[in-house]
């Protein structure tokens, strides 16, 4: 869990405003340590020259807007280190930050994040499902962007809920590799001549990985290039706050009136599954210490094989083996280790119950 600051200082922050500027500007004048997570899509810097045509003529849409171009590398790793430096300074000791990019600028950001002291977690490639193809057949379809998370320094405690995302992931561990489509369809946004209001708006299926897999319920997330909105959308069904930056005044207008339609989910919608090494340690002995199990009570293996009792002090005796209730389960079956909580059950009503469901019990408490 993220550490968090005083409650004034949260109270300070424009949560859930999207705020008009120079996206470096605002960050500093922003609380520092306030912030746990920042996601960032900044302008690509994409060199292009001249227009780009689709074999029956017709003129491609591409990114050839004014924020996206500058006059040399040098121009655009200035600006790079200016807004990562100012996004550091608002991260929370624990927070953590996204960027995504493509091969134009995706290697420069990385190489200023390892600068200035983030540390790098995982590379993504988000693999689009149905990228747009490469007209003039010269190069590959370019088929995919990367987004780099790194936490804030190397020891920083970031979240990241596993569980949640295995769950996303059909129970299956969720890998580094995301298949999902570009924007199409009712989710592309468009300005009132029907063309698209950005030509680089995110899916919504990205950010909802993003956020439930980094952040909790309550955290604030910053997005210090909002566009239209996106990030903002998907923390305000997830029950997040967010902080938007953005200075061109037409995105701003889009962004607003997408969020203000959107409804928060209710709060048993907004749990995700949790890992169990994040759940409060239980020690047996406090379920003898409560009652719940009595010194001389028998318990007994899953197998029904072997049984032991329970001691004054929560560890077993069974035949010549004493220990916790881990030791004691893996000697009796010659194994190297037991998960003891599974492994032992005690008799209610000539039923057998597992002794986790004792320990489940006093979990719910602390809650």
Known sequence: MNTTKPRAAQAALPLNQI?????IEVMNSLPEGSVDLIFADPPYNLQLRGDLHRPDNSKVDAVDDHWDQFSSFASYDKFTH???????RILKPNGAIWVIGSYHNVFRMGAELQNQGFWILNDVVWRKSNPMPNFRGKRLTNAHETLIWASKNEGAKYTFNYEALKSLNEGVQMRSDWVIPICNGGERLKDENGDKAHPTQKPEALLHRVIVGTTNPGDVILDPFFGTGTTGAVAKMLGREFIGIEREEAYREVAKKRIAKIRKFDKEALEVSTSKRAE?????GQLVERGMLRP????YSINGRNKAKVRADGTLIANDVKGSIHQVGAHLEGAPSCNGWTYWHFKREGKQVPIDLLRQQIRAELH
């Open 296 to 299: 001389g009570e028998e318990l």
């Open 19 to 23: 705020l008009a500027g120079d996206c």
């Open 82 to 88: 200016e807004w990562l430096a100012a996004a550091r």
């Open 280 to 284: 409060p340690r239980i020690p047996f």
